[in-house]
């Protein structure tokens, strides 16, 4: 079965600075998918990037980054320069056949 | 263009009673997914729906939940003879399938149970 496991069930960040957090998996499929999820205080959830296991390249979009470590399979989120809207939950999910498997989610708190 | 939209946003009900939570998703979006979000948990699978047809309802907890599609857009989540370990965030997802693609879910704001 996938699993995730987020590790930081919370963290500081001051604002401008770059932040990273963990994520890493368990799954026994050779081909799978890795989101990465924001829910701000309001409930909606809100994709920011994805990884496909046999992507060459880490993803980027905007400020977002995904540091992929295949072999030791992570899929850590980079956020750089954190801004004060940053501050929400922040879940790491595995694509399991067409539903998401998520972790437990990380608090990012960015302060001024 | 509108997004995934829930009703009701909130539902407070008595335990015992039957409740109705109802996703509108994207229009065009064939897949529909419902996940229930506990306090402090991720999202977790329900049920997903190709279509009008349940393509997978393994994350259904009991036979108390059943779920409709009837025309292929809106679905229903119904809950019946609902207990207090019904309360969470009841969220609804719908995404295009389009093959070779990562196919992204997008949320609706959610529906709050809360069973007194």
């Known amino acids: 079965a996938q699993k995730i496991t987020q590790t930081q069930p919370g963290m500081f960040v001051q604002e401008k600075e770059a932040v990273t957090l963990d994520c890493t998996y368990d799954?026994?499929?050779?081909?799978?998918?890795l989101f990465w999820y924001k829910q701000p205080s309001s409930g909606e959830m809100i994709f920011l990037i994805y990884?496909?296991?046999?992507?060459?390249q880490n993803a980027t979009e905007g400020r977002y980054s995904l540091n992929f470590q295949k072999a030791r399979k992570s899929a850590n989120l980079v956020i750089s320069a954190s801004q004060l809207g940053d501050s929400a939950m922040y879940f790491c999910?595995?694509?399991?056949?067409?539903?998401?498997?998520f972790g437990t989610g990380t608090r990012l708190q960015v302060f001024p | 263009g509108a997004g995934v939209s829930q009703t009701p946003s909130n539902k407070v009900t008595e335990k015992g009673k039957y409740v109705e939570l109802r996703c509108d998703p994207i229009?065009?979006?064939?897949?529909l997914y419902w996940y229930r979000q506990s306090l402090g948990q991720g999202p977790e699978f329900l049920i997903y729906?190709?279509?009008?047809?349940?393509?997978?309802d393994s994350g259904l907890p009991n036979d108390r939940f059943f779920a409709v599609r009837p025309e292929g857009s809106v679905s229903t989540l119904k809950i019946q003879r609902t207990e207090r370990g019904d309360s969470a965030v009841y969220l609804c997802?719908?995404?295009?399938?389009?093959?070779?693609?990562?196919?992204?879910?997008?949320f609706g704001p959610g529906t709050r149970l809360t069973v007194l």
């Open positions: 990884q496909g296991s046999y992507d060459q």
């Open positions: 799954t026994s499929d050779p081909s799978y998918g």
């Open positions: 997802a719908s995404s295009l399938i389009i093959t070779d693609s990562y196919n992204e879910q997008f």
């Open positions: 729906f190709q279509g009008t047809g349940a393509a997978d």
């Open positions: 229009s065009g979006h064939t897949a």
């Open positions: 999910a595995i694509k399991d056949t067409d539903k998401l498997i």
